[in-house]
């Protein structure tokens, strides 16, 4: 359940690109003939709504190499293909910044589940997008389908699912801490719009201002107790499991320019493949940052602490800067 990105963009305006995005299907370039057109459509439609996925019971919609694209809510075979095309490249960015050391696992069968902005509030508590931990499959709110920010949304959740691959029978539990696993997501989502060449200005100015307001305790908090974020009325657990993912950003960020470690996400990557063999998250951090991770935790709790009354402080020489108002 908490996998899932969680970012404050206008649902209007995501509504609006939707109906946008459905206006732009030319049929007629394809085929010449409007009547030989209605024609296929009567054979092509009942067959695509008769197929069902492998291991769900779901319409399937699309298929392209190891992606299959479902939905239980109806969503067009147009967008499918969209989603999907947007997804194949998000994953083959993801894998490029991750390097993996183990190719082929990544490459077992995914399920991108389109699901209705209402399915989305039951399942999976209003989220935009949220992976399982089988590393499997991925839900999506398909109302964002035709709006840009749904490309980060696929590069964060598309990052988790790695992650669970590289992880395996040890992605179900507590193994590696939330923090973790979200500052790896957020960096992803903010690595690929920029790859993308996005403006975010607005969602980077948020997370700026989330960065500036922790207070030590808060920190240490978000970086010590795994049930953090679990603890509160709905909205409470909402405000800290944002609280947490842009910790767990920071956190990220902290070590590329405060430690100078310049492959910094990368690493996040042999950190995941050392526990799914077996490792601690502990172990793991030592080996793979040459750190030891009580001490980074405790240096970060102190430096939130240092710089509680000028917090800029803290974003000057990070990738975060240019939102710094
Ligand atoms: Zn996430």
Do not use: C
């Not at 969680?6 to 409007?34: G, I, W």
């Not at 439609?45 to 779901?58: D, H, R």
């Not at 944002?242 to 960020?253: A, T």
């Amino acid at each position: 359940m908490i996998h899932k990105t969680r970012t404050a963009e206008s649902p209007k305006k995501v509504r609006m690109a939707f109906l946008r995005s459905n206006t732009s299907v030319d049929f007629t370039s394809t085929f010449p003939h409007a009547r030989f057109l209605s024609f296929i459509m009567l054979f092509a439609l009942p067959m695509s709504i008769v197929a069902k996925s492998k291991g769900t019971n779901e319409p399937l919609l699309y298929r392209e190499g190891f992606l299959q694209v479902v939905s239980p809510d109806g969503a067009t075979a147009e967008q499918a293909r969209e989603a999907a095309k947007q997804v194949l490249a998000a994953w083959k960015f993801d894998l490029n910044v991750m390097q993996w050391g183990h190719p082929a696992e990544m490459q077992r069968p995914l399920t991108l589940r389109l699901i209705s902005h209402d399915r989305m509030k039951r399942e999976h508590n209003g989220a935009r997008a949220s992976a399982s931990r089988s590393g499997n499959k991925i839900s999506v709110d398909m109302t964002l389908i035709g709006d840009e920010s749904i490309n980060r949304t696929f590069a964060h959740e598309l990052g988790h699912v790695q992650m669970f691959r590289a992880l395996g029978k040890y992605s179900a539990g507590s193994a590696v801490p939330t923090y973790f696993l979200e500052g790896h997501g957020q960096m992803l989502n903010q690595l690929y719009s920029d790859h993308l060449g996005q403006d975010r200005s607005g969602p980077g100015a948020s997370i700026v201002r989330s960065m500036m307001s922790f207070t030590s305790e808060e920190a240490h908090d978000i970086l010590t107790d795994p049930s953090y974020f679990k603890v509160g009325t709905a909205a409470e657990k909402a405000d800290k499991e944002n609280k947490m993912e842009r910790m767990g950003l920071y956190f990220v960020e902290y070590l590329r320019v405060r430690e100078n470690i310049p492959d910094t996400v990368p690493r996040i990557g042999r950190v995941g493949e050392l526990v799914g063999h077996g490792r601690t998250y502990e172990q793991a951090f030592k080996q793979a940052y040459n750190l030891s991770l009580n001490r980074t935790l405790s240096e970060i709790v102190t430096y939130f602490k240092q710089t509680e009354t000028h917090p800029a402080d803290r974003i000057k020489g990070t990738r975060f800067e240019e939102y710094l108002q």
